[in-house]
């Protein structure tokens, strides 16, 4: 430890740790916008947490000036003040100032910032603002660099988080900007969608393109029949949307606010999620049985399906060929409910609320299709969603609690565990270890699989498969890590997860912001309390309504319609 | 010889072989292969010279060598014949015969191809002569020119290796670092850090991997430093950096050098491998078990990447952006390993200093900067090139001992150091010494050792714009302030540089330059500011110049005025408008145009010291345009416009007190402004200086009395012979008139303050001169000595030659280039016999029965700058001589008699001026003042500009106290044709006509006899007309 002063306060503050940690850890909070420490991300770009050091020549940033015994920091001066205002006007001179009509209004850290250190006022010259093209190629996210400030974030997050390395910083000064290398439209990169560099942005410089408005008209459309699937960490969010605390199980009330906002059914992607853990299970039993490419990888992220596909496409063979509930729930929706109730399918519209960007992407590929209609027509954003009630004036928090519709509305706790890291390999395994073993686990929670540590292991003995071996990995980086062990032989594992997103689902790039790794746990918290103590079936294969369909419907496992309509293929892409 | 080396007993058998093969020639032909002289021809010469020795069979005697660079950029192709140290410049390959035939065969030197001495016009054979380089003290260079580069042997030969040899078998890594120490030596980057320190600091960072790394980044505008040594020794870099490996223990370095250094990277590939061949890189160094391998990282010529971490970055592959520190590089650098990193210079300093020993290093220089400086000097300066000096020296003497000083008689305005991040040295500070620490309470820095030189034409505030504009185009746009900050500094600097300043822009410019200098992330950034803080520090007028009053004093920005002759005209002539009349032949609208701001274009064609014309972008050309004497042509060839009287509408009467030109200008705009305008005159007629001082052949009489009749035609009153304070009381004035205009004149000689003055046969030049306009009659003895180098002087000087002095001589305490006086007036003197004897001073007046009889005189030397920036005259001890004299005419300034006037009006009675506001009132508040009274002696269009300032600053002020908005002058209406010659070909300027000197000697004829018309016609056409702004389509 090391003892220093800040404002006349005597701190105690760890070796190496910064002088901005030492102070908020005091009580002081020195506003910063470009640090991020979860994600190891201290640039001192902005410049905005500026303080005074005895005898250092100039200002220096909180944010990466570490402490040292007997230093003595002052971090409301007047020349700090005034230096805030300064770099903040800097800022603002060159933000359009569209608050108002701005995706992020409400929700920037730029406004707040501005407002802490009470900048009131633009007097710099500033004929020249940045104008850059909007970066709309893609059908999910939006890119503006009008609005960027420069925080560099969305760098980090996607090269030393992601793995991916897509964006950097291009030109020199004034006209430098954060764009794909090579100056790609963001739709010909090699961008996996994952929406983190959305997460992390502290303006509305990258955004999700809003697709509130095709519900909308579907809703409004009295010839469609519109239904809607909500992916497992949906109930864990929504909340947040309404000002309530991360962590708390909303599914009762969105259930309700669904139907309040037109839907003709209400359903649930943990319907699919089960029936994923029917086909990949069978899938990998299949593949250790028969000599198939092992280790086998799961398939429900779509960032990470396109990540492989980019930066891997020697490995797709490990992929399970099962699409995602997503598109799984998609595929039956216009083939087995509308055949059970008797609709044309042609008037289905299936609508998905997801915690994630990348699944817009995934839902408009052309091989998504096997219903003979789009499986799925719209995909929303939790943020989406939250927009798409608050316009319709419902207030989550006083909501009375719905239930699911029949049949695809029944599902069981392993589905719910699906938005966790690890989730579903708790689920897969607990259903392999019962069909090869004749009988459960003796403890359904396998917990070293949970959590949030990047790269997690377990093995477990199942009965006459032996030793089954699994990892588990989230966040692209430790994809990528998992992927150089596998290209190297290094990999002995028999099933893997792998999650895009940081926690899983919870940490999707459409999750409620800010985000953080706390809120993050809280939410993962709740989906496995939704299994353990909420519902009363924990496994996949005692889904009985997933029975059913195979009964009626499908057959079989890995059958000739599941073939058809569970299971895809996957397509090699350039870098 | 391509043995390995293993220590200082082969590396002393490697000098001895090259020295002995030396020997075996006669002569060395060391030419000069640097960047710069290659592009002057440097090949084509050393193919014509080697053929043509191959012919003339004296391969065998002559041996050529290609060098790097020897400094002397600006006059290259340069070689340097050894042993005997004759310097060649300027080569061509048509001379190579001349120089075989001549000098290599008979042994005489080709006294064309030597260097000229500018002021004495000798030419001197050596270069250790050479004032460029005799004034150098070379310890970095001391190879350059002497080796050649590619050759590792003739490194060692003068000792190359030897420092390594030392280090690696008789030093332990401390007592390297202690030598370093000792020597004192700074970062020569810019920063300054001491070097034994930091090597300290990379020592006792804990680390197996350690790197030592070379900043060959050299990025500054104006900057070429680095290049030059990686050009001329890259040897003595890879040695100092070796010399730091062992130091610090690292088996790995780097050079980081931009790709535009495509030779120094070629001779720093070469010096690699040959010093690996021999073992002095690489495995098992001198067979030590010392392994140090050197890479070169080619950056692609970003700015940034001078900055360590964004090098370091920058060589690990990535975006080459700064990272904030700590973790200092030394301790967590390159793949954060410790990391050693110094500049070129600060490497190439080592090897020296440990060979040599570091306290001799440290006996150079001064008590906080020791040792020497390289500074690459450019700009308006004579001597482009190179040049070594110990720290502390005078940055004057760099600039005019060793830069051969300004070129065209132009003055010097600054010298900028440190290039974008540092700050320029104004005239003032000339005696600066080149110290880290003077530098900065200059408010610059040192820098790596760019010094770009700039003269009277650079604009203060285009120059900050500049150095703005480079910052921004570089900023990586990794932190805010450099990002958009500097973005909003160039913004005002823009606006202001085009005419849109606003006031409070200077402290918005103060405030955000703070702001960026406490908060940028590096280096680059918080010193962006320096060129605005610096220029705002000597330089405010310009920039108040641009923002009040819309004028660039330079004429550099182009919004702010039509051309630079119009620019440079204290009464802004329409110049284009008048030249372009003139090859239009339309001569009564050209007089017209002249009248409109000029009531005296007569007198101005004859008289003016034409400031005009040293602005000129014809000069660029080859000569200026001969504005003067085009001037002179109008009024020669056509009647003036007819002049009416203008009727008095006002009911304010105004008063100026002495009608000289200022005073004239004033009542004629009074006049135009319709007020009752009286002019109350001492002497006899009108004219002031024109008339009393300004002898008739310069300006006949009949000229001036014309264009005073015009202004009396008006209705201007004139009173002669009424001096205030005689004959009508200052106070009367006061109450008859509402405004009074003071302009007076400066009519009275500056004593020498010697004794005797006041002997027989002393007079002032003004006293003199006007005796005789006045036909008093006037003595002038047979050895008249004039004492100053003024345009007074010359006039006496001329004018004692035309009464009979048998021998005229000017005494002058500078060098003739300081002469104050137009050079026509300085060689038509001449011409007439007039002696010039310059650096000399009178120190006491000899007198015999009360008259002067002789004059003692000290020879003078130049000593440190005064505030002027031109070299203060120095007595020089014992020198007194004595020369005849029986006429002494002190021409050496001229005061104002001031006794008269009223005590309200702002006297300074110790300088003899009125002080004045920037509009030319006074702290009376009816009284404004202009013209020599104020100002002291000046030229003629100073006080025409003083009369026309002054009226209008009345006329407002008498307008505003009945409420009416100040009046304008209609705008002419004479349609300016616009014609230009398609191909603009060399002309010289057409030559005036004079008569022959013996027959002007004898009376006061005129003697400038002006254009005829086709000559006129002419030179009018090479005006390029600048004027016209072409819309870009």
């Given at each position: ?575 | ?21 030396h020997r075996k020639y006669r002569l060395r032909l060391m030419l000069c292969g640097g960047t710069g002289c290659r592009a002057s021809g440097t090949h084509s010469f050393k193919a014509a010279l080697a053929e043509e020795i191959a012919h003339r069979g004296l391969g065998d005697e002559i041996l050529v060598t290609e060098t790097g660079c020897n400094g002397f950029c600006a006059v290259g192709p340069v070689m340097l014949i050894l042993p005997e140290d004759t310097f060649y410049l300027g080569l061509r390959p048509e001379d190579v015969p001349e120089i075989v035939e001549q000098h290599l065969i008979k042994g005489r030197r080709v006294e064309r191809l030597l260097y000229e001495d500018p002021q004495t016009k000798q030419k001197i054979p050596c270069m250790h002569d050479i004032p460029f380089f005799s004034h150098q003290l070379t310890w970095t260079m001391k190879n350059k020119g002497y080796i050649d580069p590619e050759q590792i042997d003739e490194y060692i030969a003068r000792d190359g290796y030897a420092a390594a040899a030392q280090a690696l078998f008789d030093m332990t890594p401390d007592e390297i670092i202690s030598e370093v120490k000792t020597s004192g030596l700074r970062g020569r980057g810019g920063a300054g850090f001491p070097t034994g320190l930091k090597w300290d600091f990379a020592k006792g960072a804990r680390n197996d991997t350690k ?823």
């Amino acid at each position: 430890m090391v003892t220093l002063t800040i404002d006349n306060l005597t701190v105690d503050a760890p070796e190496g740790s910064t002088i901005l940690e030492a102070a908020r850890n005091a009580g002081i909070h020195i506003p910063s916008l470009c640090t991020l420490p979860e994600i190891h991300h201290s640039p001192g770009a902005c410049r905005v947490c500026v303080v005074e050091v005895e005898r250092a020549r100039s200002l220096v940033a909180a944010c990466v000036y570490p402490v040292a015994n007997g230093m003595k920091v002052k971090t409301s001066t007047r020349r700090v003040r005034k230096a805030r205002q300064q770099v903040m006007e800097f800022l603002l001179s060159d933000h359009p100032r569209d608050c108002n009509i701005c995706q992020k209004h409400g929700n920037c850290e730029l406004q707040q910032v501005a407002e802490l250190v009470g900048q009131r006022d633009i007097t710099v010259p500033c004929t020249d603002f940045t104008r850059h093209n909007i970066d709309d190629s893609s059908d999910v996210l939006i890119r503006d660099m009008s609005k960027c400030i420069h925080c560099l974030r969305c760098v980090t997050v996607c090269a030393d988080v992601q793995g991916v390395s897509l964006l950097t910083p291009e030109g020199r000064g004034f006209d430098s900007r954060v764009v794909p290398a090579m100056g790609h439209f963001l739709a010909d990169s090699a961008c996996t969608y994952c929406g983190q560099c959305a997460v992390v942005c502290p303006t509305g410089a990258i955004v999700e393109k809003d697709h509130t408005d095709r519900v909308w008209s579907a809703l409004e459309d009295p010839s469609l029949h519109v239904v809607v699937q909500e992916a497992p960490a949906i109930r864990a969010q929504l909340g947040e949307e309404f000002g309530m605390a991360p962590g708390n199980l909303v599914t009762g009330k969105m259930i309700t606010a669904l139907r309040r906002l037109g839907f003709d059914r209400v359903f649930d992607t943990n319907f699919t999620a089960d029936l994923t853990i029917i086909e990949e299970g069978h899938e990998l039993l299949h593949r250790v049985k028969t000599g198939g490419k092992l280790p086998m990888i799961t398939s429900c992220s779509p960032g990470w399906i396109k990540f492989i596909e980019h930066f891997y496409p020697d490995l797709l063979p490990h992929l399970s060929t099962c699409k995602s509930p997503q598109q799984m729930f998609g595929a039956l929706a216009k083939t087995y409910y509308a055949q059970t109730e008797g609709i044309d399918p042609a008037t289905v519209f299936v609508v998905s609320i997801m915690p994630c960007t990348a699944k817009k992407f995934e839902a408009a590929r052309p091989e998504m299709r096997s219903s003979g209609y789009r499986d799925v027509d719209a995909v929303l954003t939790t943020r989406e969603l939250g927009r798409m009630l608050r316009q319709a004036g419902i207030d989550l928090a006083v909501l009375p609690e719905g239930t699911y519709d029949a049949p695809m509305g029944q599902y069981s706790g392993a589905g719910t565990i699906f938005g966790a890291t690890g989730g579903v390999m708790e689920a897969a395994l607990r259903t392999v270890y019962a069909v090869v073993a004749g009988r459960d686990l003796p403890s359904l929670d396998i917990t070293a699989v949970r959590g949030l540590d990047g790269i997690k292991e377990a093995a477990l003995e199942i009965g006459e498969l032996g030793e089954v071996r699994a990892a588990v990995a989230h966040g692209l980086g430790n994809a990528r890590t998992v992927l150089d062990r596998i290209a190297a032989g290094q990999a002995d594992y028999h099933f893997i997860e792998i999650m895009s997103c940081p926690g899983g689902c919870v940490g999707g790039g459409g999750q409620p912001l800010p985000a953080s790794d706390e809120k993050r746990t809280l939410r993962a918290k709740a989906l496995y309390h939704d299994d353990g103590r909420v519902q009363t079936i924990r496994q996949s294969h005692e889904n009985p309504a997933i029975k059913a369909l195979y009964d009626g419907f499908l057959k079989e496992p890995l059958g000739k319609k599941s073939h058809d309509l569970l299971h895809t293929r996957y397509t090699a892409r350039g870098v | 010889m391509n043995e390995r080396i293993t220590g200082l007993e082969t590396l002393r058998e490697i000098k001895h072989k090259v020295l002995e093969n030396h020997r075996k020639y006669r002569l060395r032909l060391m030419l000069c292969g640097g960047t710069g002289c290659r592009a002057s021809g440097t090949h084509s010469f050393k193919a014509a010279l080697a053929e043509e020795i191959a012919h003339r069979g004296l391969g065998d005697e002559i041996l050529v060598t290609e060098t790097g660079c020897n400094g002397f950029c600006a006059v290259g192709p340069v070689m340097l014949i050894l042993p005997e140290d004759t310097f060649y410049l300027g080569l061509r390959p048509e001379d190579v015969p001349e120089i075989v035939e001549q000098h290599l065969i008979k042994g005489r030197r080709v006294e064309r191809l030597l260097y000229e001495d500018p002021q004495t016009k000798q030419k001197i054979p050596c270069m250790h002569d050479i004032p460029f380089f005799s004034h150098q003290l070379t310890w970095t260079m001391k190879n350059k020119g002497y080796i050649d580069p590619e050759q590792i042997d003739e490194y060692i030969a003068r000792d190359g290796y030897a420092a390594a040899a030392q280090a690696l078998f008789d030093m332990t890594p401390d007592e390297i670092i202690s030598e370093v120490k000792t020597s004192g030596l700074r970062g020569r980057g810019g920063a300054g850090f001491p070097t034994g320190l930091k090597w300290d600091f990379a020592k006792g960072a804990r680390n197996d991997t350690k790197y030592v790394l070379c900043n060959a980044d050299e990025g500054d505008p104006g900057a070429f430093m680095d290049r030059s040594i990686l050009e001329s020794d890259p040897h003595s870099v890879l040695e100092g950096m070796l010399i730091a490996a062992v130091a610090i223990g690292a088996r790995q370095g780097f050079i980081y050098c931009r790709a535009e250094y495509p030779l120094a990277i070629e001779r720093l590939t070469i010096a690699i491998q040959q010093a690996e061949q021999r073992g002095l890189l690489g495995k098992n160094i001198m067979d030590t078990g010392t392994d140090f391998t050197i890479e070169i990282y080619k950056g692609a010529g970003a700015f940034v990447c001078g900055e360590e971490t964004a090098l370091m970055r920058s060589i690990e592959g990535r975006r080459g952006m700064p990272r904030p520190r700590p973790p200092f590089p030394a301790v967590s650098g390159l793949w954060e390993k410790p990391s050693l990193l110094n500049n070129v210079e600060t490497w190439s300093s080592v090897p020296r200093i440990i060979w040599g020993g570091g306290d001799l290093y440290a006996k150079i220089g001064t008590e906080t900067s020791k040792g020497t400086k390289v500074f690459a000097v450019t700009g308006k300066i004579n001597n482009i090139g190179l040049v070594e000096v110990p720290m502390g020296t005078p940055i004057g003497d760099i600039i005019f001992d060793i830069g051969g000083g300004i070129p065209g008689k132009k003055r010097f305005k600054a010298a900028q150091l440190g290039g974008p991040s540092g700050g320029c040295i104004p005239a003032e500070h000339l005696n600066l010494p080149t110290d880290y620490e003077a530098i900065a309470q200059a408010g610059a820095i040192m820098g790596s050792g760019g010094m770009i030189v700039m003269d009277e034409d650079t604009c203060m505030v285009d120059m900050a714009r500049y150095f703005m504009e480079f910052c921004q185009d570089e900023s990586c746009g990794k932190c805010t302030p450099c990002r958009i900050g500097t973005r909003r500094m160039l913004e005002i600097l823009e606006n202001i540089c085009q005419g849109k300043g606003e006031p409070g822009d200077i402290e918005r410019l103060e405030t955000l330059a703070n702001s960026i200098r406490d908060t940028a992330l590096c280096g680059l950034g918080q010193t962006a500011p320096n060129p605005v803080f610096s220029t705002l520090r000597y330089f405010m007028d310009e920039y108040k110049a641009h923002i009040f009053d819309k004028k660039c004093p330079a004429g550099v920005c182009p919004d702010l005025f039509k051309a630079p002759c119009q620019n440079g005209c204290p009464v802004e002539m329409d110049i284009p408008a008048y030249i372009a009349l003139i090859r239009a032949g339309r001569l009564d609208d050209a007089y017209q145009v002249l009248k409109q701001t000029n009531p005296f274009p007569s007198v101005c064609g004859r008289v003016c010291g034409h400031p005009c014309q040293d602005r000129c972008r014809r000069s660029q050309l080859d000569e200026s345009l001969a504005i003067k004497d085009l001037k002179r042509f109008i009024t020669d060839y056509t009647t003036p416009p007819r002049v009416a009287p203008i009727p008095v509408v006002h009911t304010e009467k105004i008063a100026v007190i002495g009608a000289g030109p200022a005073g004239l200008t004033a009542a004629l705009e009074m006049k135009k402004r319709g007020y009752e305008v009286t002019v109350f005159e001492a002497l006899s007629e009108a004219g002031g200086m024109l008339r009393w001082g300004i002898p008739a052949y310069r300006l006949p009489r009949e000229i001036l009395n014309r264009e005073i009749q015009e202004i009396l035609d008006t209705g201007v009153v004139l009173k002669t012979d009424i001096k205030i304070g005689e004959d009508l009381r200052f106070a009367d004035l006061e109450s008859q008139f509402d405004a009074v205009y003071v302009s007076t004149g400066a009519q009275k000689s500056m004593p020498l303050g010697l004794d005797g003055e006041t002997a027989e046969g002393v007079m002032g030049a003004v006293e003199f001169l006007r005796a005789w306009n006045m036909g008093e009659p006037v003595a002038v003895g047979n050895q008249v000595a004039v004492i100053g180098g003024g345009n007074s002087a010359v006039d006496a000087a001329r004018t004692a030659v035309r009464l009979g002095a048998d021998s005229v001589t000017m005494i002058y305490r500078r060098e003739q280039k300081d002469m104050p006086a137009l050079d026509a007036e300085i060689r038509a003197a001449q011409e007439e016999g007039v002696a010039i004897e310059c650096l000399a001073d009178p120190v006491e007046i000899v007198t015999e029965n009360g008259r002067v009889c002789a004059l003692k005189l000290s020879r003078m030397r130049l000593g440190s700058f005064d505030a002027s920036g031109r070299r203060r005259p120095v007595a020089v001890e014992g020198s007194e001589y004595v020369i005849p004299v029986d006429t002494l005419i002190p021409a050496i300034g001229q005061k104002a008699e001031l006794e008269s006037m009223s005590d309200k009006i702002g006297r300074d009675m110790k300088k003899t001026r009125i002080h004045v506001n920037k509009d030319f009132s006074t702290s009376h508040p009816r009284v404004w003042a202009g013209g020599d009274v104020v100002t002291g002696p000046a030229m003629v269009i100073d006080a025409i500009a003083a009369g026309q300032k002054a009226a209008a600053s009345m006329d407002k002020t008498l307008r505003t106290a009945r409420g009416e908005s100040p009046w304008e002058q209609a705008p002419g209406l004479i349609e300016i044709p616009f014609e230009v010659d398609e191909e603009i070909v060399e002309q010289p300027r057409a030559k005036i006509g004079e008569l022959a000197p013996a027959h002007r000697c004898k009376g006061f004829e005129e003697v400038e006899l002006g254009y005829d018309r086709d000559t006129a016609m002419n030179e009018a056409r090479r005006c390029i007309r600048c004027d016209v702004k072409i819309e870009q389509g």
